[in-house]
């Protein structure tokens, strides 16, 4: 028996196309984002706030990812920017393949600001790079507030942390300083951001990060 | 539940070696970091379960789980994270970087002498 050292990574075609998905949007200038949360944490609404606040003309266009219907698709159609539907058909995440798939017929210069909103899922989105710029996780104030502890491996690639539905903060017993403490814990650099779609709070500083390096 | 589809990318590599090498692979040794989020019962379940009943069996799966660690940034120290206690315990300092435990990668195949 022979033993031969074999040292690359086991997602190592996922990471190839990645690497290529990255290069292309530094190339024309896209700036993009991967939205993870738990299933009914906001990330749609949030989009839909976005997308809302945006001008007509702007170089914005989104993928969403759902294991089925095209709902959040119709939802996200409506502001008038390009939308595309990733339906997994099972699969608990979305993949590089898949994000290269999905903008094959968009002229990859035409974008300067692509949002992805990943499947519902605070486990498996965390080991698939999609190629993006900056990673977002999102956190409802619905959940517990140890969600990071119990979810590390997710929090810790996030570079902001999107603490949700915060005008709910008074009748659910989540307590944001420890929140905050568990993000920090296990994810230092990441920057945090309390926002409600519904008051509209935080909203522009949420805008403002998107904006940046875009 | 994302356990099958990296064994599904295991396997797809295993075949790959194995036709390079125009013999049998009898074992893959993989490394699993903490912060990897891949659940090493979950993945030789779906490893077993793809194998069995192939041209690929017997095929045995290594494990090697590796541990958070950090480095500071002030004093340089290396320390393995338990607790989620990422500040550095030598100087206190919150500024601290990951040096291991995102791996899932493979380490080595063990490959059948032709």
Redesign the interface.
């Known amino acids: ?14 990471d190839r196309l990645a690497a290529d998905l990255r290069q292309g949007f530094l190339q024309h200038g896209t700036r993009c984002v991967n939205l993870i949360s738990s299933p009914g944490s906001g990330k749609t609404m949030l989009l839909e706030r976005t997308l809302a606040s945006f001008e007509r003309g702007r170089r914005v266009a989104v993928l969403t990812g759902d294991i089925q219907t095209d709902n959040d698709a119709q939802r996200l159609a409506r502001y008038g920017f390009p939308v595309r539907q990733i339906t997994t058909g099972g ?3 979305l ?1 590089a393949r898949m994000v290269v798939n999905a903008l094959a017929e968009w002229q990859p210069d035409a974008i300067d600001l692509l949002l992805i909103e990943n499947v519902g899922n605070l ?2 989105p ?3 790079d999609l190629g993006e710029e900056a990673r977002v996780v999102v956190l409802s104030v619905t959940e517990g507030e140890d969600k990071p ?1 119990k979810y ?3 929090f ?2 996030a570079d902001l942390v999107v603490l949700s539905k915060v005008d709910l903060l008074p009748y659910v017993p989540f307590r944001m300083d420890l929140a905050r403490e ?1 993000i ?3 994810q ?1 650099d990441a920057e945090i951001l309390e926002v409600s779609c519904t008051t509209g709070d935080g909203l522009d500083a949420w805008r403002k990060w998107v904006d940046t390096s875009c | ?2 356990e099958m ?2 064994a599904a ?2 396997l ?2 295993v075949r790959a ?1 194995s036709a390079r ?1 125009n013999a049998h692979v ?1 074992a893959v040794g ?1 490394k699993i970091g ?5 659940d090493s019962e979950s993945l030789r379940f779906c490893f077993d379960v793809l194998v069995q009943d192939t041209d690929l069996a017997p095929l045995s799966l290594e494990i090697e789980r590796l541990a ?1 660690r950090n480095r500071c940034r002030q004093c340089a120290q290396d320390f393995t994270v338990q607790e ?3 500040e550095c315990p030598q100087c206190g300092s ?3 970087e ?1 040096t291991s435990g ?1 791996e ?10 032709t």
């Open positions: 028996m022979t033993r031969v050292p074999l040292e690359r990574k086991v997602l190592n075609e996922n699969a608990c995440h993949d486990v498996c965390s080991s698939y502890l590390p491996a997710t810790h690639r568990y920090r814990r296990v230092p | 539940m994302h589809s990296i990318s295991m797809e590599a070696e090498h009898l993989v903490e912060l990897s989020g891949v958070w989620y206690r990422t919150a500024e601290t990951t995102r899932l990668e493979f380490a080595y195949m063990e490959i059948a002498e």
